[in-house]
T-cell receptor, first 116, second 109 residues
Framework: EAGVVQSPRYKIIEKKQPVAFWCNPI?????LYWYRQNLGQGPELLIR????????DSQLPKDRFSAERLKGVDSTLKIQPAELGDSAVYLC??????????????FGSGTQLSVL | AQRVTQPEKLLSVFKGAPVELKCNYS??????LFWYVQYSRQRLQLLLR??SRESIKGFTADLNKGETSFHLKKPFAQEEDSAMYYC???????????FGPGTSLSVIP
């Protein structure tokens, strides 16, 4: 099992350019999260999906960020246009939802974005 | 509003010494609490969750609702425990998981 797969691992772009991140969750996991992690801080939620439905996108800056999860499997997060302050690690996580032991998130390796 | 705080950004202990990483939360109900860990060059992973009452790699954490705390403890620290530790909270079954700012633990040989 490859776990949660994210690509690319690194991305360097100039400000005002668009950028996209891709995530393939663990097979069978209905819940998918996108987090942003700034240097020295904890992950901050951007959006959460249950299957193909975005159930929590209250912290997604909708003027420049967009996300989709077609067919309830892979997901793409896009930024257009990117700003200097968007430099961060973008993490994708998936889970099978609530179990008797609570929800367990499985994280990808993240995409490190540098905006110059 | 839901919030997780970890007062220590950095914590250094000697090998074999006890370690306690502090976590406090704000939530009006009965949340699920977790500890996630990120070792050097590895992805973020679940260490333990309060609902399971488990002990993983010698670590335990007790939920104290009166003090709204979920501190992580280990009686004898090992060098391989050096990592970033994040406390996380999930309010209800339908809520998102939110994370604290993290504590970097360094175990000195």
């Amino acid at each position: 099992e490859a776990g949660v797969v994210q690509s690319p691992r690194y991305k360097i772009i100039e400000k005002k350019q668009p950028v996209a991140f891709w995530c393939n969750p663990i097979s069978g996991h209905n819940t998918l999260y996108w987090y942003r992690q700034n240097l020295g801080q904890g992950p901050e939620l951007l959006i959460r999906y249950e299957n193909e439905e975005a159930v929590d996108d209250s912290q997604l800056p909708k003027d420049r960020f967009s996300a989709e999860r077609l067919k309830g499997v892979d997901s793409t997060l896009k930024i257009q246009p990117a700003e200097l302050g968007d430099s961060a690690v973008y993490l994708c996580a998936s889970s099978s939802g609530l179990t008797l032991s609570g929800e367990k998130l499985f994280f990808g390796s993240g995409t490190q974005l540098s905006v110059l | 509003a839901q919030r997780v705080t970890q007062p220590e950004k950095l914590l250094s202990v000697f090998k074999g010494a006890p370690v306690e990483l502090k976590c406090n939360y704000s939530y009006s109900g009965s949340p699920e609490l977790f500890w996630y860990v990120q070792y050097s060059r590895q992805r973020l992973q679940l260490l333990l969750r309060h609902i399971s009452r488990e002990s993983i790699k010698g670590f335990t954490a007790d939920l104290n609702k009166g003090e709204t705390s979920f501190h992580l403890k280990k009686p004898f620290a090992q060098e391989e425990d050096s990592a970033m530790y994040y406390c996380a909270l999930k309010g209800t079954s339908y809520d998102k998981v939110i994370f604290g700012p993290g504590t970097s633990l360094s175990v000195i040989p």
